[in-house]
T-cell receptor, first 113, second 114 residues
Framework: ELKVEQNPLFLSMQEGKNYTIYCNYS?????LYWYRQDPGKSLESLFV?????AVKQEGRLMASLDTKARLSTLHITAAVHDLSATYFC?????????????FGTGTRLKVLA | DTEVTQTPKHLVMGMTNKKSLKCEQH?????MYWYKQKAKKPPELMFV???????INESVPSRFSPECPNSSLLNLHLHALQPEDSALYLC?????????????FGQGTRLTVV
């Protein structure tokens, strides 16, 4: 069974600081996605990582994928209040042509002014 | 068009009611999903349709009945729900194949069972 775990589950950080969120998954997958969710809202796609060593950056966020370690990271640089949200990684597990999109446990980020 | 449209946005129903949630996409995606999300939890996969055929049912109770009338539409029929079924129901769609299977999510239906 595919398990996707994130840590930390909760993160409170000061504006201007850097931090990294980790996403570990239990079975082989070459495709990993990061999403943001604001309270009461749906999921907003942040990054698509499709191969080992993939690195994507958008603004203050940078995501990377190491498929051999089954690990993805989401790095936050110089955090600002607007980044406060819940961040999910999701792994796409394909079995015999059937797609199963499993989410990590989520990291609730609060950036303090 | 990268939009997945869900209706209604909010739904309040009694335990004896029958209602349906609707989802539509026009991106040509051949995989469509239903997720259930409780507060402060990750989305939980309920059903996956691949090429209009049900390919995954994650042991969902029979009071939830999915339907995929065509490649653009996905419905979730609800009957005799329980208060614990109150949640945000999310629909998503994605490409199939070996490339980018990024899932696009609708805005969700906030369901309250009374």
């Amino acid at each position: 069974e595919l398990k996707v775990e994130q840590n930390p589950l909760f993160l409170s950080m000061q504006e201007g600081k850097n931090y990294t969120i980790y996403c570990n998954y239990s079975t082989t997958s070459d495709r990993l996605y990061w999403y943001r969710q604001d309270p009461g809202k749906s999921l907003e796609s942040l990054f698509v990582l499709l191969s080992n060593g993939a690195v994507k950056q958008e603004g203050r966020l940078m995501a990377s994928l190491d498929t051999k370690a089954r690990l993805s990271t989401l790095h936050i640089t110089a955090a600002v209040h607007d980044l406060s949200a819940t961040y999910f990684c999701a792994v796409d597990r394909t079995t015999s042509g059937t797609y199963k999109y499993i989410f990590g446990t989520g990291t609730r980020l609060k950036v303090l002014a | 068009d990268t939009e997945v449209t869900q209706t209604p946005k909010h739904l309040v129903m009694g335990m004896t009611n029958k209602k349906s949630l609707k989802c539509e996409q026009h991106m040509g995606h051949r995989a469509m999903y239903w997720y259930k999300q409780k507060a402060k939890k990750p989305p939980e996969l309920m059903f996956v349709y691949s090429y209009e055929k049900l390919s995954i049912n994650e042991s969902v109770p029979s009071r939830f009945s999915p339907e995929c009338p065509n490649s653009s539409l996905l419905n979730l029929h609800l009957h005799a729900l329980q208060p614990e079924d109150s949640a945000l129901y999310l629909c998503a769609s994605s490409q199939t194949g070996t490339g980018n299977t990024e899932a696009f999510f609708g805005q969700g239906t906030r369901l309250t069972v009374v």
